[in-house]
Every structure is written in C-alpha cells, then in structure tokens.
C-alpha cells in the first residue's frame, strides 16, 4: 500500500514537473508579456493592493472605535477611519516628515494590530452586497460597466484639471519637501486637506496613479453602500433604482478617476445621513457623537459641505424635543464637528494667521486684490434659476461648461418627485425616513440657491455634492412607490425602470466614447509609454512640462493662465486662480516695475498660456482695462519672442 503511495507521489511530480518544463519553454519562445507589459500590470496591481490595503486599515480603526460597528453599516466605520487616518497623517506629516521610513512601520504595525476588524469590514460588507443580490440585471450590467471602464483612467497617470492644479499637486509638494509644508503658491493649501492628505499617503505608496485608484474604490464602496442602505429601508429594487440615479450622470460616474474630493463627500454625506436617521429614531449619546463627527469630516474636506453642520440642527430640530434637550444634544454635535475640524483650521492660524485662509479677510499671499478677485465673482444664476434649482442643475448642467457645470443625470430629479405616492400605504418608518430626507434635501436646496445667488462658483453641483446621498434615496423611495401603481395591464413600476436603464446606458455610451479615446487601458499594460499618454491627452501642456524638467534645477518659472503645476513642480508656480496678471498689473502698473518685481521674487522664467490670455481677453475681460493688455504687450516685446511651445510661449526673465 505504501509502494503505491510512493508511485503515485512520484508519477505526480513527474508529471507536473513535464508541465512547467513545456509551459516554461513555451512562455520563453512565444513571449506572451513583454517586460514593460508586465511591469505596467505589476503596477496596476500594486495600486490597486494599497488603495485596498488603505481602505481595510481606515475600516478598521472605524470598526476599533464604533460601538457595535458589526451591528452598523459598514460605511460608519469606514468614513470614521478615514477621517482618523487623515487626520493622522496630518500630525505625523507636521511633526516627524513624510516618508517610507516614517510612514512604513507606522502603518504595518496598525495592520498588525487591525487585521482581524479589517477582515471583518469585508466580510460585513460582503453581507451588504448579498442584500443587492436579487438584482435588476440591466442596471447592475450597465453600471458594473461603467464603473470598471473609469478604472483604467485611474491606474494611468493624473489628468484631471483640478486634480494637477492642488488636489495631487499639494500632496506633490509634501513629499518633495518631506514634511507638511506651506505652500504659499498655491491658495488652495488652505482649505480643509482631508482628502489631501489620504492622497498623500497613496502618492507617497503608489506614485503618481495612487490618489485616483484609491478614489475610485472608495467610489465603488460608497456606491455599493448606497445601494444596500436603499434596499434596507425599501427593497432590493429600490437599492439599484439609488444606483441607477448616480450612475445615469456623466460627471459623477466620470468623477471616479479623477483624484477629487467628490467620492469620498459622496461617502462621508451617505454615513451622515444614515446617523441622522439614527439620531432621530434611535437617540442616544454615540449617535450624536457620530453626527457630530460625519458633520466635521465632511467640513474637513470642502467649506461647502459645511452645509451638513446647519442640516445636522435642522434635523435635531426636527425631534420636536424640550428646548433644553435641543440645546444639550446641539451642543454635542457642535463641540464634536468643532474637535473634528480643528486641526485644519489650526494649521491654517499657524502659518497664515487666518483660520478660514484663503477667505474671509485677507492675510498671507491672499491679500485684498486677490481675495477680492476670488470672492467677488457676480452670480449669473436669476432668481428664476435658484427658485427653482433642482430643475435648472438638472436641466442646465452640462459637464465642463460654466454654470451648474455637472451633468448629474434626469433620474434623481424625476424619481424624487414621486416619494410621495402612495404615501398612506406606507408603513411608519418609512413616511418617517422619507420626511426627514426631504426636509433635509429641501433645506439643503434653499440653503444653495441663497449661495448661488451671492457667487458665481456657489451655482455648482460639486461643491454641494455632499446632498447627493439622501437625493438618490428620495430618488429610490419614488420609483419604489411609482412600482405599486397599476392602471389595468399597465405596470408603471416597469416603465419606469426601463427609462432607468435607458439613462444608464445613455451614460455608459457617453462614457465609452470619452475614455477609450485616452488610452489609458494600454498605458496601464504598457502598450504606450507615460509620455505617449501624457502627450496624447495634455497635448501642449506636457511639451511644455518635459521643457521645464529640462531647465537648470535652480528655476522657477512664474505661470500666467495656467493652473496646472502638478508634473513640473517645484519649479514652476501656477497661476492657480487665474488672477495672477490681474493681481501684478494692478500692483505694479508698468512694464518695467512688474518685470523688476518678478525678477525679485526669484523668478527665471515666464510661461504664458497664449490660449489662456486669448479667452480671458475676449470673454472674461470685465475687471480688466484696456491698459491692462498694452501693459502684458509691452512686457511681451521687451522679453523678445521667447520660445514657442504650441499654445505656449516660455520666455527667459534673466
């Protein structure tokens, strides 16, 4: 019996040993991956590992300090940690540098420490998708697609405005420098950095593609999340109609590879409405504990989404408790979101003198010429528009273009409307949950037609995206509630989610037709090379960057209607709100004390946008004299023709 064991061990081996002898020669002569294919899906795979690798450490700092966070949507822990983390990195950054040295036994000693709640945040949020399991095929197919053709985008080097403008660039200067530093060129340093500082950490891990794959898997979390909270509190279907919602909108399914702050205030805004859900019909301490937070967080990465602070009270007013209960638990959240946020706003007081820098009052390198020019921008939105905003940024908002500048889909609109049918045959909890979400969302749209009305920017839908979540559920309760409408043969539940689908597939076509132009799948197995890419989708830009990397170390290069610094930095500074001219011209008021100015200021070089300067002077011109632009022409003549870069023009100061 033993014999036969042995013969069969060995009749084993020799036959595996057979197989990898034929498999292997084969994969030498036929050369199935080239070494820079290899290298680009090594690579791939690594990003992918540390954005997970980040997301499972946050999750379990969460799951650590949640009370019952096994009991919790997995989205509490998740948006707690992440807040944790940052806030982390923020006083490690400032304190002992950032580094592989610093940040490497940190963060292994964390895992070690984590990984039996990191394990259970996946498995927990394994459970939340087999909730979705009985799933609306179209919709999940159309999604899933478009969800996965963004990923390639974000394993690819950066290519988004705002992204190569502060969101990378900010976290580019931190490890070049080795530590949290001031960044006096870039005004943006100053808001909330929360976002900026877990990009940090992934920059700092897997390079340059990092930042945007850990946004967009965050994204699918959060999506996922949305979708399982829907199909709690109605039914499955309901999960994928909150989906659909999302997902039939250009920018925000777009926005998944961008290395913005939109996913994780998309995250952050679904945690706070499901502990303002809790607070109001589960009170206790640790929710309003956690209200508070989500509301903090959330204020940590945009002012904007500071909006969810004054919700947080409408909502606590809602309870139509004693006033001094109101006043106790108000004063909970409002001591937690002020905990929460402090760090930013300390860093901000310590280098600038300004807690709220860039704004409110000048300081710093935003004195009154500049924050005039960035606070002051006349709203073009009637009164007409901000009456009646959830139609004019529905209807009006087109991805890129000036206004709500977001196409964010038909369905959140036209579903949202519908929660109210069928209102009596719902039971109690559900009327409860709906009233709260649209009194919030209601709120939250008053409160943004007033800020339309005072700023240009304020008319945007990003910069108010932290509403999103309980617009998608409003959005899910009325297809839900159209599904119970039957008129003979006639189901309009169906009809419904077929215009669902249709939209969903609208915007799986537009994204196709946008991302397979890029590249980016063949950058990622290394097809095409980085600059190949660069070259192909920031044209004239990435000329001027390769030129600028080959200027001596010692130059810093002054940008003119240019924001984007993010693959030339350190040595070239953006004109980051386009004010830069504005700011000089009116300062210096000739040619030659701005060129002595410049010079002064250590400069070397000057980059001009002719592009740029050309759309400014023919449509943005109205805080600009005619004299303005003899003086830019003056300054252009005496430093000679300069050398052409495309749509660029680099000019030698020295």
Excluded at 236 to 261: F, K
Excluded at 466 to 476: E, I, N
């Amino acid at each position: 019996m033993k014999i036969t064991k042995n013969k069969k061990t060995l009749s084993g081996l020799a036959a595996l040993t057979w197989l990898m002898t034929v498999t292997l020669g084969y994969v030498v002569t036929h050369k199935a991956f080239s070494p820079e294919m290899l290298t680009g899906i090594l690579g791939s795979l690594w990003r992918i590992l540390i954005a997970a690798s980040l997301i499972s450490l946050a999750a379990g700092l969460g799951q650590k300090i949640i009370p019952g966070a096994a009991k919790t949507p997995t989205i509490l822990p998740l948006a707690l940690g992440l807040g944790i983390l940052s806030t982390a990195t923020l006083l490690i950054g400032l304190s002992l540098g950032i580094s592989l040295i610093v940040f490497g036994p940190i963060l292994l000693t964390l895992i070690f420490w984590l990984w039996r709640d990191m394990l259970t945040f996946w498995r927990n949020f394994s459970h939340e998708i087999n909730l979705l399991a009985p799933a609306q095929t179209g919709i999940a197919i159309l999604g899933a697609l478009i969800v996965l053709l963004n990923l390639p985008i974000a394993l690819a080097p950066p290519l988004a405005f705002d992204a190569l403008t502060y969101h990378l660039t900010l976290p580019l200067h931190y490890l070049q420098a080795g530590r949290i530093v001031y960044v006096p060129e870039i005004m943006f340093w100053g808001m909330p950095q929360l976002t900026e500082m877990l990009y940090t950490l992934a920059l700092l891990l897997a390079g340059k593609a990092g930042p945007a794959s850990l946004s967009w898997l965050l994204g699918l979390l959060t999506i996922i999340s949305l979708g399982h909270y829907a199909a709690q509190k109605f039914n499955p279907n309901a999960g994928w109609i909150a989906i659909a919602a999302l997902l039939s909108g250009y920018t925000l399914s777009t926005s998944l590879s961008w290395a913005y702050v939109e996913w994780i205030l998309l995250l952050l805004g679904l945690a706070w409405l499901i502990t303002l859900q809790q607070v109001c019909t589960e009170p206790g301490p640790g929710s309003l504990i956690l209200l508070g937070a989500f509301s903090g967080l959330a204020l940590s990465v945009k002012y904007t989404a500071g909006l969810l602070t004054i919700l947080a009270f409408v909502g606590l007013l809602l309870r139509r408790q004693k006033p001094l209960h109101f006043l106790r638990d108000a004063l909970t959240v409002g001591l937690t979101l002020t905990l929460i946020s402090l760090p930013w706003w300390l860093k901000n007081l310590a280098w600038t003198g300004n807690p709220f820098y860039p704004l409110l009052f000048p300081t710093a390198e935003m004195d009154a010429l500049r924050l005039s020019f960035y606070q002051n921008i006349p709203s073009h939105a009637t009164l007409l528009d901000s009456l009646t905003l959830p139609w004019y940024i529905t209807q009006w908002g087109v991805d890129g273009k000036s206004g709500p500048s977001a196409s964010i889909g038909p369905l959140l609109l036209g579903f949202s409307a519908l929660a109210w049918l069928g209102w009596k045959n719902r039971p109690n909890d559900q009327q409860k949950l709906i009233r709260l979400t649209a009194i919030v969302l209601a709120a939250g749209f008053g409160l943004w037609a007033i800020a339309s009305q005072r700023n240009d920017l304020l008319i945007q839908s990003r910069l108010f995206i932290s509403l999103f979540p309980a617009w998608a559920l409003l959005a899910a309760a009325g297809h839900e509630a159209l599904s119970t409408l039957k008129a003979g043969t006639i189901r309009f539940g169906r009809i419904a989610l077929v215009v669902a689908i249709l939209f969903v597939g609208f915007n799986l076509l537009e994204t196709l037709t946008k991302t397979l132009p890029k590249r980016a799948l063949e950058a990622n197995l290394g097809l095409i090379s980085e600059n190949a890419y660069l070259e192909r989708n920031l044209g004239d830009l990435h000329l001027v960057n390769q030129t600028i990397q080959t200027l001596a170390p010692t130059s810093r290069v002054l940008m003119l209607w240019e924001t984007r610094s993010f693959y030339c930095a350190p040595r070239c500074d953006p004109d980051e709100i386009i004010d830069r001219w504005y700011h000089d011209v009116q300062t210096y008021n000739n040619p030659e004390a701005i060129l002595a100015a410049w010079k002064a200021q250590g400069y070397s070089h000057l980059l001009i946008s002719d592009e740029g300067a050309s759309f400014v002077r023919a449509f943005d011109n109205a805080k600009f004299k005619d004299s303005d632009w003899k003086i830019l022409d003056e300054v252009r003549a005496r430093l000679g023709t300069g050398q052409k870069i495309g749509t660029y023009t680099l000019y030698n100061l020295k």
